[in-house]
């Protein structure tokens, strides 16, 4: 037991170095962008990225379904049914990505007049990898279940090494918005080939509890979108309601501010399957949520503290002086991504317990900053003040829920 703990706690380290690192490469790469490129042209690099992320949430369910099960069966030496639920989510992980990839190459010219974009092609490009990369969701899934986080954490290298030597070689040539989404395409491409997982005993796929397996996907797509609405709507609203210049400023900005939750993911990724694990064991696991909201918290605070002290020098060192004037909210933007950094502890410690209600929570939660935003847009200022708010609701909610829950099992207990 010992030494199973010593060998998670290894991995675990090593995944949290290796995405401390992978981020901080997808960083230099947008840095670099917005310096070589300008304002302009990064809010279109910034708006890649941006669907990229959103189609990740979509991804991200088919990963954390194939993590919880593969989990379960692990802890209930089940080894012989993580075969069966590879082999479903696989197929349809394929089906959904060819879905995306007919949405988003077949509406480009749709794509490009409605976000002011210079080009179709970026938008064509992008969509060929979107099966290659619910697959890869699925592999990716299968080691965190797993806990086999030496290779997980190599996935996520291969796709920022990918990424970042294929654009910045092709901008470089002068292949600028195209050079980015042929980047961000062989990226997935070779990741999925480099996470692909042997998996033994081929059984069939009726032998695991397919309704149980899709209800949860389903709950987990559900908050995914949940996750889409807040973490890009801004970014895309933006785009839509701003010429391409301020587009970039806000960009850029966000960029900065989202170093809160991408900084702190790794947490609710090492935290979910222990979660599971435990649970399916019977024993306590309120130690790892209350010790993985506390680093959370912790990060957070520095990097809103740090982006309240010093916006400025943050700004110079990392776009330059054309975007200095963001400086003043730059604080703003982390404390609203930090709240909800905070609200997705809670929400995946929950969701990994099959407790629904924290989904259809932040679900509102997204839908109404959508619509506040749509309403709100003034300046700057008046976007991020939504979004601070909003969180604020979200992250008041999540603790009465969790209380809330708490109490009524002791009561029942």
């Not at 088919?62 to 080894?79: P, W």
């Not at 900005?253 to 609710?268: D, E, P």
Request: hydrophobic letters at 55%; glycine letters at 6%.
């Amino acid at each position: 037991m010992a030494s199973t703990q010593k060998k998670l706690v290894t991995d675990g380290s090593i995944l949290f170095a290796s995405t401390l690192l992978v981020n901080a490469g997808n960083y230099a790469i947008n840095l670099v962008f917005g310096r070589w490129l300008g304002p302009s042209d990064f809010s279109e690099v910034s708006l890649l990225v941006t669907l990229i992320l959103m189609v990740s949430f979509f991804a991200l369910a088919f990963q954390l379904t194939a993590a919880k099960y593969v989990a379960s069966y692990e802890a209930e030496g089940k080894q012989n049914l993580i075969t069966g639920i590879s082999s479903w989510l696989n197929k349809r992980a394929v089906i959904g990505g060819i879905v995306m990839m007919v949405i988003v190459v077949s509406m480009s010219v749709f794509w490009q007049d409605f976000f002011q974009t210079s080009s179709y092609l970026p938008f064509a490009i992008l969509g060929i990898g979107m099966p290659f990369y619910m697959l890869m969701s699925v592999n990716r899934g299968i080691l965190q279940g797993k806990l086999n986080y030496k290779k997980l954490a190599l996935t996520y290298q291969s796709e920022m090494w990918v990424r970042l030597i294929v654009s910045m070689a092709l901008v470089y040539l002068g292949y600028r918005v195209n050079g980015v989404a042929w980047g961000l395409t062989l990226s997935l491409i070779a990741t999925w080939w480099i996470s692909r997982v042997k998996t033994d005993n081929p059984t069939s796929e009726t032998t695991f509890d397919q309704k149980d397996v899709l209800k949860f996907l389903l709950m987990i797509l559900l908050y995914e979108c949940s996750q889409i609405l807040i973490n890009n709507s801004d970014i895309i609203l933006v785009k839509h309601f701003y010429e391409p210049e301020e587009a970039g400023l806000y960009a850029a900005m966000a960029l900065i501010g989202r170093i809160v939750y991408f900084g702190t993911w790794t947490v609710v990724t090492l935290l979910f399957p222990i979660v599971v694990k435990l649970e399916k064991e019977g024993k306590d696991h309120t130690l790892y949520f209350v010790g993985g909201l506390a680093v959370v918290g912790i990060i957070a605070a520095g990097i809103v503290l740090f982006s309240y002290l010093f916006p400025e020098m943050m700004v110079n060192i990392l776009f330059g002086e054309a975007y200095i004037s963001i400086a003043p909210l730059l604080w703003k933007y982390a404390l609203a991504t930090a709240l909800f950094a905070l609200s997705n502890v809670f929400v995946y410690y929950h969701i990994s317990l099959d407790r629904v209600l924290p989904v259809w929570i932040t679900i509102l939660g997204g839908i109404a900053q959508i619509v506040l935003i749509s309403l709100f847009h003034a300046d700057f200022e008046q976007i991020i003040n939504v979004q601070i708010y909003l969180m604020m609701g979200l992250m008041t909610s999540m603790i009465l829920f969790h209380f809330g829950h708490s109490l009524l099992q002791r009561n029942k207990s």
